[in-house]
């Protein structure tokens, strides 16, 4: 057939990112996106929503991307989103803190992470004091991550937990690869010395 | 073990800590996921033109609203059909003159009460 004849066929174009693919990126990520969300802004109904918005975005936006792009899209938006978190934050304190202030005493600071620390009867059942020595050194670490300034914990987080290489860190973070690799470094170090001082050796 | 390892061991105990969220907030990352799936259109069905490889026209409008397309096809095969039917009906004026200076009036022309008027006013004065 010469190459010049035209037959129509109508297809599905090959690239993009199916509902199926996407609800099983979604639910493989989800949990580390809240705890992530939790580790930056230390509120869990806060984090619920960052994620809900970062999800919803994604899925509006980018949902016609190839699946293999989601990923490190995803931590963008998730990073994105963050970040709005603490401006509206900052803007809604500027008009809420003084009025406050004047009502009640100091805010108390939460602990989102004893929220974490659920532990389900069949696991305690299992091996009690194994189980409760492992969710302190998760606690420890997760402790350690929230302390992290935020630049290491964005980088130890994308690069080591979600996995991404040092070029897509980068580019997520929106800085370049030698300072991912110094960030991520400095992490390591600091949750090092801070189980350490715990005295928890992974 | 370089820095890397020790970093990955540390994010795999981390993985520990989502294993044991609790209920409620599943329950809204359920949601959530649910939501963002409702928003995400199906990627759009293309016609591509086989040896034009530059040359794709999205469907994707037609393929998220089915029923359109067919509702669409039956109005423009209606449409067609009436314009195709006021045309025969109104017949070409010219041949229609052409029709009546040659003595060879069509039958519908004494079915036209305009026509009648105009032989009357046209009948010469006696």
């Known amino acids: 057939m010469c190459q010049n004849d035209a037959v129509p066929i109508v297809n599905r174009s090959p690239q993009l990112a199916t509902s199926s693919e996407l609800s099983a990126f979604l639910r493989e990520v989800e949990r580390r996106a809240f705890k992530q969300a939790v580790f930056a802004v230390r509120d869990n109904e806060a984090a619920l929503d960052i994620v809900q918005d970062a999800m919803l975005k994604l899925s509006e936006k980018y949902g016609d991307r190839p699946a293999e792009e989601l990923p490190p899209l995803f931590q963008r938006i998730l990073q994105n989103t963050i970040r709005d978190h603490f401006r509206r934050q900052k803007i809604r304190n500027f008009w809420t803190m003084p009025l406050s202030s004047l009502f009640t005493g100091e805010h108390e600071d939460d602990d989102p992470l004893e929220a974490l620390e659920v532990e389900s009867d069949a696991q305690r059942a299992h091996d009690p004091a194994r189980h409760l020595e492992s969710m302190q050194t998760v606690a420890f670490i997760e402790q350690a991550i929230a302390k992290l300034p935020t630049r290491q914990r964005e980088a130890f987080l994308l690069r080591y937990w979600e996995n991404l290489d040092v070029a897509e860190t980068a580019a997520v973070m929106g800085c370049s690869e030698g300072s991912v690799k110094t960030h991520c470094s400095r992490a390591v170090h600091a949750i090092e010395a801070a189980l350490k001082e715990k005295g928890v050796e992974l | ?126």
């Not at chain 2, 799936?37 to 026209?57: C, M, Q, S, T």
């Open chain 2, 1 to 126: 073990m370089n820095e890397q390892e020790r970093g990955r061991r540390i994010a795999r105990a981390l993985n520990q800590g989502t294993a044991s969220l609790d209920d409620a907030v599943l329950a809204r990352l359920k949601v959530a996921r649910e939501t963002a799936l409702e928003a995400h259109h199906a990627p759009e069905a293309e016609l591509v033109l086989a040896g034009h490889h530059g040359l794709r026209i999205r469907l994707g409008f037609w393929h998220r609203h089915p029923v359109l397309l067919p509702l669409s096809l039956l109005a423009g095969l209606l449409l067609a059909f009436a314009l195709y039917w006021q045309s025969t009906q109104l017949g070409d004026p010219d041949e229609f003159d052409a029709d009546i200076l040659a003595d060879d009036l069509p039958i519908q022309a004494y079915l036209d009460k305009d026509f009648d008027e105009w032989l009357q006013d046209t009948r010469p004065q006696e």
